[in-house]
Antibody, heavy 119, light 108 residues
Framework: EVQLVESGGGLVQPGGSLRLSCVAS????????MHWVRQAPGKGLVWVSR????????VYADSVKGRFTISRDNAKNTLYLQMNSLRADDTAVYYC????????????WGQGTLVTVSS | SSELTQDPAVSVALGQTVRITCQGD??????ASWYQQKPGQAPVLVIY???NRPSGIPDRFSGSSSGNTDSLTIAGAQAEDEADYYC???????????FGGGTRLTVL
């Protein structure tokens, strides 16, 4: 059974940091391109970042570039998102999702972890 | 980056056919993928590529593409199809992904 399990969300003050983790099982994690997608309360899906299967090529949405860092440990089947300088508008459920290639086909999704940025 | 435009809401009578559209210039180069999201749940991929369904997705779901518009069609909509539907694709750079704003489908 394919599983992606996110953790690390919570309440953080503006300007603070959090690191999200996403543990994968049931598929060949090391061959998948992994993404983070977020969804603010009551809003739509927004793509955040992507990391190529080999962990070398990263891209970010303009809204998080310079503040967020995506990384992975293929030996641990784990994807990470380091989030710094958090702002109120970063408040959202963060999903990790996997694609078999560079396409937009996100065929595996986690259940999401909620990040709330508030004082 | 590029934008994908979806109608905010669509309704369909039970058992009828409904088409949900996604419009954007980057769709001239890339197919959209389609996701179903029910309240409190993660999105689920329902259509990808030219017209491909992941395992377990009913064959009443299909996809099509014409010019800058991709469409998701549900033939014989069921009550359990009531959900939010999102399209996404690669943006004009090819490196980023972009999502449409989502379409809330109501089955009457």
């Amino acid at each position: 059974e394919v599983q992606l399990v996110e953790s690390g969300g919570g309440l953080v003050q503006p300007g603070g940091s959090l690191r999200l983790s996403c543990v994968a099982s049931g598929f060949t994690f090391s061959s998948y391109w992994m993404h983070w997608v977020r969804q603010a309360p009551g809003k739509g899906l927004v793509w955040v970042s992507r990391l190529r299967s080999d962990g070398i090529s990263t891209v970010y949405a303009d809204s998080v570039k310079g503040r967020f860092t995506i990384s992975r440990d293929n030996a641990k089947n784990t994807l990470y998102l380091q989030m710094n300088s958090l702002r109120a508008d970063d408040t959202a459920v963060y999903y990790c999702a996997g694609a078999p290639d560079i396409s937009s086909q996100l065929d595996h999704w986690g259940q999401g972890t909620l990040v709330t940025v508030s004082s | 980056s590029s934008e994908l435009t979806q109608d905010p809401a669509v309704s369909v009578a039970l058992g009828q056919t409904v088409r949900i559209t996604c419009q954007g210039d980057n769709l001239r180069n890339y197919y959209a993928s389609w996701y179903q999201q029910k309240p409190g749940q993660a999105p689920v991929l329902v259509i990808y590529g030219k017209n491909n369904r992941p395992s377990g997705i009913p064959d009443r779901f299909s996809g099509s593409s014409s010019g800058n518009t991709d469409s998701l069609t549900i033939a014989g909509a069921q009550a359990e199809d009531e959900a939010d539907y999102y399209c996404n694709s690669r943006d004009s750079s090819g490196d980023h992904l972009v999502f449409g704003g989502g379409t809330r489908l109501t089955v009457l």
